[in-house]
């Protein structure tokens, strides 16, 4: 009998317990993580959702990245050291890139994210000041993250909505021609232009997104997709248009930039300014910087940067530094002011100031360490390549106690001076430029570094003048030559060179370092040219007598990814490859 | 009236051994009292007032003690107490069923280790005391017990048995003999894996078990590290198909327990064998059961210690071989080269007189203290060739363990200490467990039995750490320290920054993880044969998870107008940098299981049946603090730093319930048949998807009984088994189906000064996503012939798993998202495993066992969701692991070739130089490509090689010559392909110089005439380039049939040697036995793989290559019992 007690102990002990795990037992959502119905509440929750776009803008590397590059690496402004070659820009201009499996730059995730956001947007019924920008920061991305895409690859498949795997009219779709798929990039832009509000409404000026932003982001890429255009016309990569809408496009952006006078040129000792413009440690209240990603090596690895860590895989080349004017404004080829450029000693004397503050040559300032002054002596010529490093972006003074990877030097995407190159270039390209418009611009730029001005109808031809492979008028020249100096390093280049269809420029050459002296000979290993210039690239170009092998009926689009064209047939590959 | 009372020892009471130092009889003169006895007296001899005895007396009354107290119900004050043994000698005669004379049978007293074995003539002789039971016991027989009582001779015959089909084993949610089994199950005992200078359980059980592969991950051989583990090969395009492992019914790490607390270790094969266990189980279950305490009780003790060496790791070639291979690499490429002559010269003296020539060379920045790309400037002769591993590193173990019970009670605890030095020259990095183990049986009535497991276990590692690497950091150093780099900065104490040592010192990793699993258990028994179990698991684990960053010292030029001079500052890295991390994080699992089951034997039908429920719930949460800025480097906490502090932290769960039932059925002992049925449901599915139903079916037949069988005496056992069963499969990231936004700060991007926080989109949810399902269908033959002496175990198996998990068909890129997880496609594994054993007694010194295991699988996918057939995901027809690449068609020797050679552009589009690989042309299009990347057109693409272990296998030799024993096990894989893919450890010269080196073997690379060191066309490794991949693209960018190496190995995983001391002097030491042995493990590796450990392949960082290796150890140790 007292065991029958126990077994119903027992039994009831083991169905309390089954009792006690309700039905939900089985039911498990998410402790740590919002799911989708329970999100898009309040403006607050668009902001959330955009600030994860910030991520993909790249400024300088992360500390833990590797080296530090110029944004112009790989083009004919510096070349990868001995060690490096091969970055993306070298093999797109040595026409050596590969088809690639997979990848390859077809990549649609940010574009799909933003699309979620735009297509849930009007879920938020909260209005607040801020709810329009917000929307306007979606346009924004989407348009950045296409324009990316549309450099690299032309036409596009244009998608607005956030892809399932059940869209298969999407998935399976052709592309859209480049002309619509700019059309459809402005148009974003326009709507981001219209509801953003201007930098000093906001609460973090110049890193978050405002309308000035999306003003020369609209320049800047009109000015792109409207050069291609007019110069590739003709050619495979020839667009729907002659460009010229673009173009004006581009330039009333820029001049709206102009007029709204929301910042200016940064001013001062001309033979310091434009040095100390590029090696800021914070520009917020900077006049001239519209859009910059701020560093900060407190608080982190991956918001630090290793910038004084030069020379660094890269060095700028001996032909760049030949776009530099004499500094009575006069080519290097005319002016009698002219000493020579071989030799490192030499080659900043008498030029456009800026030459000094770009490029590094002996008795320039390495680093300033505590109350001890390094001086730049003899160039490390394995690790720059060319023996010429970088002046611009240098941060001297530099705590003795951080290690070489942390730097703090902040990056700038966008200043004033760009809208102004965007507008003379825009203008001299539509033919409606005039000197008061030089004056506003490119003078406005000389002026800071006490250069003589442009003067439209006093240009002296320079027979270094490079030859495009096309007719172009002297102010286009100059124009570009000024654009070259001004935005040098900067990550414009390799840009304008696609835009410029500019192929006859490169193609077979091959660009070279300083003058090899027996004392750095003695130090260095790298090549050196019949004329006695470093050549690290000797030896190592594909095309004919060891120059950039561009194929210019190809390699000005990248190629799709093989899987991708045998996924979906209505996909076709781009020209030449 | 005074009474004289005899206490009479018992040869097990605890106080056994006290009686060796004193007599048989203890004098129990002078008021003073045998120790022994006077220790169990003392309290009842006082409380009872008693004097003790002025004089040894005689015993009139004998009174009870059982080893634990007195039972003194009667003596009054003033009786005597006097103690005496009561020892009896047996002897006689042990015979077989023949009536020969069986010599070397074992004789023992129940309960102890007290023994003998019988002579050439069968004959024993043996002191017991007069309540022993001696058990007579010999390979091939029945065992029997006899109780001694009052004999002096005991002639035993032995009846030929199938004893060790007799063997019971453990299978899910109970116990079966094994002859009665019909799934595929294998056994390892806790001997086999017992005194070896192992780590953890896994190494122990590496290669014991068919089909049970065990192979290092990508920790390698690192003190502590945890292996990966598949059964039968069972594959899932997920990756992970672990199998479910439990220890004495509570689900755990196999590495959770000491292995010398293992009694036996069952392992669940076939689906019919695990489907019991339902949602977890899916890719087998290993059943491990610990040790319990018995009759009597015993105090064990063993320890072991030793010094372990890398098995195999890659010397840097030493004189200036290297430094012309990397100038080779160089001026490949148009550069010039890293060393000129003057470096070499340096080098060559230094070489010749250490430390006569400067060992850095001059920079033209002046910079002399700088050694540039990890040494690239360093000529210098100061044994980096050994930085990373050490000689010689320790490891000690311990166990000691306490068990014993009575009738009712049993009980066993043990206690097991670990520690593993790592190979770290310098890095000290270490591993140590403690661990107790508690095991409590009560038999609270006639028909209620209560357990008790309470396991503990605590971890601790400590590690060199690096925030971007982790551990990858020290072992890629293999591939970037150069040989001449110096080790400390000239005229100081100071190690320069390339070899990292100031770092590996003082950026560290320390986990400590601590795991409690109680698991109280109720049996009850109300009528005969029905018994009801109720068992409680619950495990709870926490790990704190710490990471130092402290300050080390920074080198920086000296003071001098240019800093040129050779004058070396050395600065501590600033403070703000310094930084503590800690992360704890929490688990627990709760799970009660309930079962019931009912036999019953009705002439000759054997039925049972059982039906049980499960429900388990799984809690983990993380939460990690992480700060910046210590104030000292004594003190790293949260609370001495000042910089910044950064929080986070993860919740997360899951749960599944499940019913099951199992029906046995035997019939005349010749005719098996079981049916299990499991359904499940998981919260890892949405509602509609939840439940799966699971059945399994198995049967056998033991031919041995038949009568045309058994008349003949050729089978001991002759067993045909089969099954078919099928199970779910549940193991899926939790909440797939609820599509959530992860929250996280910005990761570079700053807005103003602040991080600001970010929600991302969400992935698609995986919609409809349900179980997977493993059927299997299993055949085997059981065999036991020559008196049992030869096992053999045959098996074959078909494992079909279907719906499987994977990441869906592929889809176009524009998707912009990964494709949604589907339940798609199915993997077809076939296999065979094979066990033998032999075992003989030779004579009555010398017996030995060989135990052989031989097991293969192959995995092809059979269906999934690829219509165009790419080759970047899974295909119909693929073998898992099979490597596709390119044909080789020698490296190029001359321009001529190059030029008019088919077009290789596809693989490279820049320059080809001699001593490129030159490809073959497949499909002879006139060039090199991948065609559509598919199956149908892979263009010059060819399956080259597979990475799955083929045919691997065991072989278990044990000894025993009078008191010497010898065990050696080898164990290996036949076959197996391996690539190392871009590995810059495995490319050597040709990587860029921050990760280029030159290990022994790589100087046969291609070179011409050229080359200080002369010609070498006909070399395995192509022209190197000094680049981090560059031109390396060429020979390394894809993989190609040349390169494949041949991991294939055979290694002696263990040896050891015992002695035995001889029971009698044995017994003069107060022990029942006592053994010295010494073990060595991984003694010799047979392989033509290049450079590395064929065990340790997966690197952490750069792939292959840069793996931890595994350890030769070489260990002492002593096994004691009380």
Redo the contacts between chains.
């Keep these: 009998m007292k065991?029958?007690y126990?077994?119903l102990i027992?039994a009831l002990?083991?169905s309390t317990?089954?009792h006690s795990?309700q039905d939900d037992?089985?039911?498990?959502?998410?402790?740590?993580?919002?799911?989708?119905p329970e999100?898009w509440n309040s403006q607050s929750?668009l902001e959330?959702?955009l600030?994860?776009f910030?991520?993909s803008?790249q400024g300088w590397p992360?500390s833990?990245g590797g080296k530090a590059p110029t944004k112009d690496e790989g083009t004919d402004f510096a070349l990868e050291g001995?060690?490096?070659?091969?970055g993306t820009f070298t093999q797109r201009m040595?026409?050596?890139?590969?088809?690639p499996?997979?990848g390859g730059g077809?990549?649609?995730?940010?574009?799909?994210?933003i699309?979620?956001?735009l297509a849930n947007v009007d879920r938020v019924e909260e209005g607040g000041s801020m709810r329009d920008h917000y929307v306007g920061e979606g346009h924004f991305f989407r348009a950045w993250f296409y324009f990316d895409m549309f450099k690299d690859f032309g036409a596009l498949?244009i998608?607005t909505v956030?892809?399932?795997?059940e869209d298969e009219d999407?998935?399976?779709?052709a592309r859209a021609n480049r002309t619509d798929v700019f059309d459809f990039i402005l148009n974003d832009i326009d709507m981001a232009i219209s509801k953003m509000n201007p930098s000093s409404q906001l609460?973090?000026p110049g890193?978050?997104l405002s309308k000035d932003i999306a003003l020369l982001f609209k320049a800047r890429a009109a000015l792109f997709a409207g050069t291609w255009e007019k110069y590739h016309q003709g050619s495979v990569f020839a667009g729907q248009t002659d460009g010229s809408q673009y173009i004006e496009e581009a330039a009333a952006a820029a001049k709206q930039i102009i007029d709204d006078g929301h910042f200016s040129l940064v001013t001062g000792d001309s033979s310091s300014v434009y040095f100390e413009l590029f090696n800021q440690v914070?520009y917020?209240g900077n006049p001239e910087v519209i859009f910059y990603?701020?560093?900060?090596?407190?608080?982190?690895?991956?918001?630090s940067n290793q910038l004084w860590n030069w020379p660094n895989g890269y060095g700028y080349t001996y032909d760049a530094s030949r776009f530099y004017l004499s500094n009575d404004g006069l080519p290097i080829a005319v002016s009698p002011n002219f000493v020579g450029d071989e030799t490192l000693d030499i080659l900043e004397e008498n030029r456009d100031p800026r030459l000094a503050q770009t490029f590094m040559v002996p008795g320039d300032i390495r680093r300033i360490?505590g109350t001890?002054t390094?001086?730049f002596?003899?160039?490390?010529?394995?690790?720059s390549g060319t023996g010429i490093e970088s002046q611009k972006f240098r941060h001297i003074v530099v705590?003795?106690?951080?290690?070489i990877n942390?730097g703090n030097v902040d990056y700038i995407f966008m200043r004033y001076a760009e809208a102004l190159l965007i507008y003379a270039e825009a203008k001299a390209e539509l033919g409606t430029l005039t000197q008061a418009d030089v004056d506003m611009t490119i003078n406005q730029l000389r002026d800071r570094v006490g250069m003589p001005h442009l003067i439209l109808n006093d240009i002296t031809p320079d027979p270094n003048w490079p030859d495009y492979g096309y007719p172009l008028t002297d102010v286009l020249q100059e124009i570009r030559r000024e654009r070259v100096v001004e935005l040098f390093a900067e990550g414009f280049r390799f840009d304008d060179l696609m835009r410029w269809r500019a192929h006859e420029y490169w193609m077979g050459e091959r660009f070279v370092g300083t003058f090899a002296t027996p004392e750095?000979r003695e130090?260095?290993?790298?090549?050196v040219n019949a004329d006695g210039f470093f050549d690290?690239f000797?030896?190592?170009?594909?095309g004919p007598d060891g120059g950039y092998g561009f194929d210019p009926e190809r390699d000005y689009l990248r190629p799709l990814?093989?899987?991708?064209?045998?996924?979906?047939t209505n996909?076709d590959q781009n020209p030449g490859w | 009236m005074r009474t004289n009372y005899t206490y009479t020892f018992r040869k097990h009471d605890t106080c056994f051994y006290l009686r060796k130092l004193w007599q048989k009889t203890i004098p129990v003169t002078g008021g003073f009292f045998g120790y022994c006895l006077s220790l169990l007296l003392v309290f009842q001899v006082a409380a009872a007032e008693l004097s003790l005895p002025k004089s040894n007396i005689n015993g009139e009354k004998e009174f009870a003690g059982n080893g634990f107290g007195l039972d003194l119900p009667n003596v009054k004050t003033g009786d005597a107490i006097s103690a005496r043994m009561a020892d009896i000698t047996i002897s006689g005669t042990v015979k077989d069923d023949t009536g020969d004379p069986l010599p070397g049978a074992s004789v023992t007293v129940a309960g102890t280790t007290l023994g003998t074995v019988t002579d050439i003539d069968g004959k024993y002789t043996l002191e017991v005391d007069e309540n022993a039971t001696v058990i007579f016991s010999f390979i091939g027989f029945e065992p029997q017990e006899v109780a001694v009582g009052n004999r002096s001779e005991i002639n035993i015959t032995l009846q030929a048995n199938v004893s060790s089909l007799n063997e019971v084993v453990v299978v899910g949610y109970g116990t079966k003999k094994k002859i009665n089994l019909t799934g595929a199950v294998s056994t390892a005992r806790g001997e086999d894996m017992a005194n070896r200078p192992v780590t953890n359980v896994q190494q122990a059980m590496q290669g014991l078990v068919s089909n049970l592969v065990i192979q290092p991950n990508t920790a390698g051989g690192e003190p502590g590290a945890d292996m990966a583990m598949t059964i039968r090969g069972l594959a899932s395009f997920e990756g992970n198909t672990a199998p479910f492992v439990l220890v004495d019914g509570v689900p755990m790490g196999i590495n959770d327990i000491d292995p010398n607390d293992i009694e036996s270790v069952s392992v669940l094969k076939d689906a019919a064998s695990t489907s019991i266990y339902g949602a977890r189980a899916a890719y087998g279950v290993i059943l491990i059961t610990t040790k319990k305490g018995s009759k009597g009780s015993r105090i064990s003790y063993s320890t072991n210690a030793g010094l372990s060496s890398p098995t195999i790791w890659p010397k840097l070639q030493g004189g200036t071989d290297w430094a012309h291979a990397l100038n080779d690499a160089?001026t490949n490429?148009?550069?010039?080269?890293?060393y000129p002559e003057e470096a070499i010269q340096r080098l060559e003296q230094n070489l010749a007189n250490p430390g006569s020539a400067p060992g850095m060379l001059?920079?033209?920045?002046?910079d002399n203290w700088d050694l540039?790309?990890t040494g690239t400037r360093g000529v210098a002769n100061d044994g980096i060739r050994d930085l990373i591993m050490k000689d010689n590193s320790f490891r000690v173990k311990h166990n000691l363990s306490v068990s014993g019970g009575n009738d009712n009670v049993n009980y066993y605890l043990s206690s097991g200490f670990y520690q593993e030095d790592g190979l770290l020259r310098f890095g000290d990095e270490s591993f140590n467990r403690f661990n107790v183990d508690a095991k409590i049986g009560a038999k609270v009535?006639e028909?209620?039995n209560l357990d008790l497991f309470v396991k503990y276990k605590s971890e601790n590692e400590d590690f060199p750490w690096n925030?971007?690497f982790g551990r990858a950091w020290y072992m890629n150093w293999i591939g970037k320290i150069k040989f001449g780099t110096p080790a400390k900065y000239p005229g100081t104490d100071i190690w320069t920054q390339q070899t990292n040592v100031e770092a590996w010192r003082r950026v560290r990793q320390t986990i400590t993880d601590n795991q409690l699993v109680l698991s109280p258990k109720?049996e009850?028994k109300?009528i005969e044969g029905w018994v009801?179990t109720?068992q409680l698991n619950y495990t709870s684990t926490q790990v704190e998870d710490t990471r130092t960053a402290l300050q080390y010292p920074?080198v920086?030029?000296g003071?001098g107008?240019?800093?040129?001079g050779g004058d070396i500052d050395f600065?501590?890295?600033?403070?703000?940098?310094t930084e503590y991390h800690n992360e704890l994080r929490r688990n627990t699992y709760l799970s009660?299981n309930?079962y019931s089951s009912y036999s019953r034997l009705l002439g000759r039908h054997d039925l049972q049946l059982m039906v049980g429920?499960q429900?388990e719930?799984y809690t983990f949460s993380n939460l990690g603090a992480r700060s910046?800025?210590l104030l000292s480097d004594a003190i790293p906490s949260i609370s001495t730093s000042v910089?910044?502090q950064l929080v986070n932290?993860?919740?997360?769960?899951?749960?599944?319930?499940s019913f099951f039932g199992r029906f046995n059925y035997i019939f005349d002992e010749k005719y098996l048949l079981e049916v299990n049925m499991r359904t499940d449901?998981?919260?890892?599915f949405e509602?509609a998807e939840?439940w799966g139903v699971f059945p399994s079916v198995s049967a056998g037949w033991i031919l041995s009984e038949e009568n045309f069988l058994s008349s003949t005496d050729l089978f001991d056992l002759l067993k045909l088994r089969g099954s078919y069963g099928t199970l779910g499969n549940q193991d899926v990231a939790?909440?797939l189906f609820?599509?959530?936004?992860?929250?996280q700060q910005?990761?570079?991007?700053?807005?103003?000064?602040?991080?600001?926080?970010?929600?991302?989109?969400?992935n698609?949810n995986s919609v409809n996503l349900s179980w997977e399902t493993v059927s299997t269908l299993d055949l085997g033959i059981d065999a036991s012939i020559l008196n049992n002496r030869l096992g053999v175990s045959f098996g074959v198996y078909e494992t079909r798993t279907s719906d499987l998990v994977g990441p869906?068909?592929?889809?176009?890129?524009?998707?912009?998202?990964t494709?949604?997880k589907r339940n798609e496609g199915e993997i077809k594994t076939r296999g065979w495993e094979l066990e033998l054993s032999w075992k003989n007694q030779v004579n009555p010194d010398f017996r030995y066992e060989i135990r052989g295991q031989l097991a293969d699988y192959r995995s092809t996918v059979v269906d999934y969701n690829n219509p165009?057939g790419?080759l970047?995901t899974f295909y119909p027809g693929q073998d898992l692991n099979e490597i596709w690449g390119y044909r080789y068609d020698g490296h190029f020797q001359t321009e001529a070739e190059i030029n008019e050679g088919v077009d290789q552009?596809?693989?490279?589009?820049?320059?080809w130089r001699t001593g490129d690989f030159r490809y073959k042309d497949l499909n002879g299009d006139g060039k090199i490509d991948?065609g559509?990347?598919?199956v149908g057109n892979p263009g010059d693409l060819e399956i080259i090689g597979n990475t799955t272990p083929r045919f691997t296998y065991g072989l278990n030799l044990n000894a025993q010559w009078r008191n010497f024993d010898v065990s050696v096990f080898f164990q290996g894989v036949a076959k197996r392909d391996w690539t190392f893919g871009n590995s810059s450890v495995f490319r050597g010269p040709a990587a860029?110089?921050?990760h280029n080196n030159v290990l022994e073997g790589h100087m046969d690379y291609w070179r011409d005439e050229t080359s200080v060191l002369g010609a070498n066309p006909d070399a395995y490794f192509p022209r190197p380039y000094?680049?981090?991949?560059?031109?390396n693209a060429k020979n390394y960018g894809s993989p190609v049939d040349h390169l494949i190496q041949n991991a294939a190995y055979l290694r002696l995983k263990n040896l050891q040697f015992g002695y035995s001391l001889p029971q009698k002097i044995a017994e003069k030491v107060l022990l029942t036995s006592a053994r010295i042995f010494v073990s060595g493990e991984n003694l010799l590796t047979f392989t033509d793989l290049m450079f590395f450990d064929p065990e340790a392949l997966a690197g952490r960082w750069y792939g292959a290559g840069d793996a931890y290796p595994l350890s030769t150890t070489m260990s002492a140790g002593i096994n004691l019992n009380f």
């Design positions: 065991r029958i126990y077994i027992v002990a083991g317990l089954l795990c037992f089985l039911e498990r959502s998410p402790l740590d993580q919002i799911s989708d999100f929750d959330l959702f600030n994860s910030y991520d803008f992360a833990g001995l060690n490096a070659f091969g040595d026409g050596v890139l590969n088809v499996g997979s077809w990549s649609w995730g940010n574009i799909r994210n699309n979620y956001f498949p998608i956030p892809v399932t795997a999407i998935l399976y779709g609460a973090t890193t978050r914070d917020a990603q701020h560093f900060d090596r407190v608080i982190g690895d991956s918001f360490q001890d390094l001086y002596d003899t160039p490390d010529v394995d690790n705590d003795p106690s951080v290690g942390n750095l130090v260095s290993n790298v090549p690290p000797r030896d190592r170009l594909s990814p093989t899987n991708e064209l045998t996924l979906n996909l | 160089r490429f148009g550069a010039s080269p890293f001059p920079l033209g920045s002046g540039m790309n009535t028909w209620m925030q971007n109720i009850i109300p009801t109720v920074w920086r030029p003071d107008p240019n800093f040129s600065i501590p890295q600033n403070r703000e940098s009660p309930i429920y429900q719930e910046f800025f910089g910044d932290d993860g919740i997360g769960h899951w749960s599944t319930r449901g998981s919260s890892r509602e939840r939790n909440y609820i599509p959530t936004m992860p929250i910005t990761n570079n991007w700053l807005f103003g000064n602040q991080r600001a926080w970010t929600v991302r989109a969400p698609l869906g068909q592929p889809l176009p890129a524009v998707l912009g998202s494709v949604p165009n790419l970047n552009s596809f693989i490279y589009s820049g320059l991948i559509d990347n598919t860029g110089p921050m000094a680049q981090f991949f560059g031109e």
